[in-house]
């Protein structure tokens, strides 16, 4: 992945048939390998199987699940807290919106895309960049 120092392999798979939706899935531990993007999600089996989009990241690092020698260096460890993530989810939307032909604005975080409520559910400008809000917490007015 271009840009900045994130060396972060990834994985990405997408079915044929697409419900509109996008799964991250961890990689467990501290991360540092790519698993097959397939989504286990416990009893309900593969999200990919049942329509999701998958991504996954090795966060910018590669070791093993419980190495945590890449923490020496700070970038490093940023990529793994935080910004690894957030670009990747970028990047996956990017290549979502190529491959379907369906789009939804990229929002700077912390913001996500928020339907409207009029137009096509299909085209980016049905959509607002609206910031995130804790869980509980009462509607933006």
């Not at 912390?110 to 959509?127: I, L, M, N, R, W």
Request: charged content about 20%.
């Amino acid at each position: 992945m271009a840009g900045g120092r994130l060396d972060a392999a990834e994985g990405a798979a997408l079915g044929a048939e697409w419900n509109g939706r996008l799964l991250f899935q961890g990689g467990g531990g501290l991360n540092g390998s790519v698993a097959p993007p397939l989504g286990r999600t416990g009893r309900s089996g593969a999200a990919l199987a049942r329509g999701f989009a998958v991504v996954t990241t090795d966060t910018g690092h590669r070791g093993a699940v419980f190495d945590a020698s890449f923490m020496a260096d700070q970038q490093a460890n940023l990529d793994f807290a935080y910004q690894a993530v957030g670009r990747v989810a970028v990047f996956a939307k990017q290549i979502l919106a190529q491959h379907y032909g369906r789009s939804r604005p990229l929002c700077p975080y912390p913001s996500h895309a928020q339907y409207k409520g009029t137009g096509d559910v299909e085209d980016a400008a049905s959509f607002e960049c609206r910031p995130l809000r804790a869980p509980g917490s009462p509607p933006p007015r």
